[in-house]
Nanobody, 121 residues
Framework: QVQLVESGGGLVQPGGSLRLSCAASGTIFSINSMGWYRQAPGKQRELVAALTSGGSTNYTDSVKGRFTISRDNAKNTVYLQMNSLKPEDTAVYYC???????????????WGQGTQVTVSS
């Protein structure tokens, strides 16, 4: 079994900050990339930010300069620091990890349960 446990969501005023965390646990051989997606009501899930094991990052344009993704490989944990939050950042944020559970298996995507982020005054 593999679990991705997210924390750090909540309600924040526009211009505020939140930090999301996601820890992967269970039988894991290697993790390629970890990242965050979000889904707002009535919209498709979209990539927010991703970080590979080699350190390459990818951000969606709307969060560049405001959000920072980081990773602790030893703890299989990924973080998303969100600054200057806007009402349009309101969504359920999902953690994603692309990993191999055993050396002989292919890579698969695993997902957390999601954490609500609400930006409102």
């Amino acid at each position: 079994q593999v679990q991705l446990v997210e924390s750090g969501g909540g309600l924040v005023q526009p211009g505020g900050s939140l930090r999301l965390s996601c820890a992967a646990s269970g039988t894991i051989f290697s993790i390629n990339s970890m990242g965050w997606y979000r889904q707002a009501p009535g919209k498709q899930r979209e990539l927010v930010a991703a970080l590979t094991s080699g350190g390459s990052t990818n951000y969606t344009d709307s969060v560049k300069g405001r959000f920072t993704i980081s990773r602790d490989n030893a703890k299989n944990t990924v973080y998303l620091q969100m600054n200057s939050l806007k009402p349009e950042d309101t969504a359920v944020y999902y953690c994603n990890a692309r990993m191999k559970r055993y050396y002989y298996t292919d890579e698969y995507d695993y997902w957390g349960q999601g954490t609500q982020v609400t930006v409102s005054s």
